[in-house]
C-alpha cells in the first residue's frame, strides 16, 4: 500500500537544494554536483565512475545549453 505514495512539492521547491537532491536519488548513473556550501565556499563532488574525460564533456555540454538560452526561463523564475 505505501508503494502508491506520492511526494508533493510546490513549484518553488527547487530553490531549496536539499530538495533538488533528494529529487534526484535514484534518477542518476553519473553525478556531479557543483554548489556553495553554507560557508560561502565552491564544493564540487562527483560519483566515482565519473571520470574525468567525461565530466569536462558534461560541463562543456551544460556551458553550450546556458549560453545558447536551454535555462534562461528557469533562471528568470527565481527573481
Known sequence: MTDNI???????AALNPDVVLEQSVGVYDEVLVIGYN??????VRASLNFDMKSIFFALEAFKHQVLNGEYGHRLEEKQ
Open 38 to 43: 553554507k560557508d560561502g565556499a565552491l564544493d
Open 6 to 12: 506520492v511526494k508533493l512539492y510546490p513549484h518553488n
